[in-house]
Structures are given as structure tokens and as C-alpha cells.
T-cell receptor
Framework: ETGVTQTPRHLVMGMTNKKSLKCEQH?????MYWYKQSAKKPLELMFV???????ENNSVPSRFSPECPNSSHLFLHLHTLQPEDSALYLCASSPGQGGTNEKLFFGSGTQLSVL | GESVGLHLPTLSVQEGDNSIINCAYSNSASDYFIWYKQESGKGPQFIIDIRSNMDKRQGQRVTVLLNKTVKHLSLQIAATQPGDSAVYFC??????????FGSGTKLNVKP
């Protein structure tokens, strides 16, 4: 248990569906991240939030919409996805003290399949 | 662009032997590196980290070596156990907690 909880663990959706992924961290951290992990590819950074403010959007298509209502919760809203968006979506958090060189703590991920 | 890569995609070792997993990075400005372990169905788990002002750091059964001259990172696992079987990633902090991750090396521990 890393203190970062993601739900659901598995999600199957059609290309016209709208769904949301949820992440909650119980570590008192100020920074939260979404990463995408595709088969046989390195983890790709998608979004970074620091103190509920988005500080990074790594050229992610608009069909992915993040939301950070408070420093403990992070959502990824999904709309009209493509089959190539099927992947493991990982949430992470870090202390976010404004500096650098901070460890990322990951959740177990949501395995997404787009049909 | 900048990238982090691993030399060996799969490594098989006998239980009790030592394991060495290697990683090459290309961003000479990166100043912080982390090794993660990922078991099937789980997210990456922190193993050990090292800052660029060090060349070696030891943990419990694990050692990370950093060679900035050739931009090379390695993870050594002593007395490898079946529970060490997983995929191992290196990650480099290239810009204020933004990380590049390697593709991963799968470690198989044979009993």
C-alpha cells in the first residue's frame, strides 16, 4: 500500500462513452500526476498538478481532461477515446514542497481498454 | 529528444546470485535518478534514488551506481530472491520533478 488509491482498477469503454478515473492520495502531498503506460513503452507524463493548479500538460489530446478539486484528489475525465488510448493509467503524488528531486509515489493504476 | 534507455530487456538469474540492471541516460543536466520496481498488476514502487553529487548509494540489498562521465546508471541486487522478480525502471529528473522513464528490464529469478 503506497497511500495512493486508484479506481476503478479495470475499465472497458466504447469510443463514444464518457468515463472518469479517480485517484486519491493519503500522504499529505501537494503535487499529483497522471502517467500513461502503454505496452512495451516507457511511462509517459500526461499532467502535473501542484497545489491544485495544473502546471504541466504534456501535449495530451483534449479527449483527456484532468481535474484536481483539492490536493488529495485527482480525476481524469475521458471522452471519445480511441483504441490506441488503451493503456495502464497511473496516478502519482509527491510532497510538492516547491523544490525538485522528489520521489513519486504511484497508485496501482487503471487498466483501460477502449473498444 | 532526450531519453532514458535500458541495455537488457530481460535478465534471468539464479536465486541467491547477484543481479545487475543497467540504464543509460542522455540528459547530462539531469541531477536526480530513481529506480522503480513494478510487479504484475501493481504500480511502480520506489526502490532507491541517487543525486548527481554522489556516485554510489546503498540500501537494503540494493546498490545504485552513477557514472556521470558516461551517463550510466546501474542497480545491483544482492542475493536475489524470487520476490525480486519484476520489471525494473530507471527514471531521470530532467526538469523540476518531471521524469523520463526507461522502458524497463524484466528480472526473472530462477529457484
Amino acid at each position: 500500500e503506497t497511500g495512493v488509491t486508484q479506481t476503478p482498477r479495470h475499465l472497458v469503454m466504447g469510443m463514444t462513452n464518457k468515463k472518469s478515473l479517480k485517484c486519491e492520495q493519503h500522504l499529505g502531498h501537494n503535487a499529483m500526476y497522471w502517467y500513461k503506460q502503454s505496452a512495451k513503452k516507457p511511462l509517459e507524463l500526461m499532467f502535473v498538478y501542484s497545489l491544485e493548479e495544473r502546471v504541466e500538460n504534456n501535449s495530451v489530446p483534449s479527449r483527456f481532461s484532468p481535474e484536481c478539486p483539492n490536493s488529495s484528489h485527482l480525476f481524469l475525465h475521458l471522452h471519445t477515446l480511441q483504441p490506441e488510448d488503451s493503456a495502464l493509467y497511473l496516478c502519482a503524488s509527491s510532497p510538492g514542497q516547491g523544490g525538485t528531486n522528489e520521489k513519486l509515489f504511484f497508485g496501482s493504476g487503471t487498466q483501460l481498454s477502449v473498444l | 529528444g532526450e531519453s532514458v534507455g535500458l541495455h537488457l530487456p530481460t535478465l534471468s538469474v539464479q536465486e541467491g546470485d547477484n543481479s545487475i540492471i543497467n540504464c543509460a541516460y542522455s540528459n547530462s543536466a539531469s541531477d536526480y535518478f530513481i529506480w522503480y520496481k513494478q510487479e504484475s498488476g501493481k504500480g511502480p514502487q520506489f526502490i532507491i534514488d541517487i543525486r548527481s553529487n554522489m556516485d554510489k548509494r546503498q540500501g537494503q540489498r540494493v546498490t545504485v551506481l552513477l557514472n556521470k562521465t558516461v551517463k550510466h546508471l546501474s542497480l545491483q541486487i544482492a542475493a536475489t530472491q524470487p520476490g525480486d522478480s519484476a520489471v525494473y525502471f530507471c527514471a531521470e529528473d530532467y526538469n523540476f520533478n518531471k521524469f523520463y522513464f526507461g522502458s524497463g528490464t524484466k528480472l526473472n529469478v530462477k529457484p
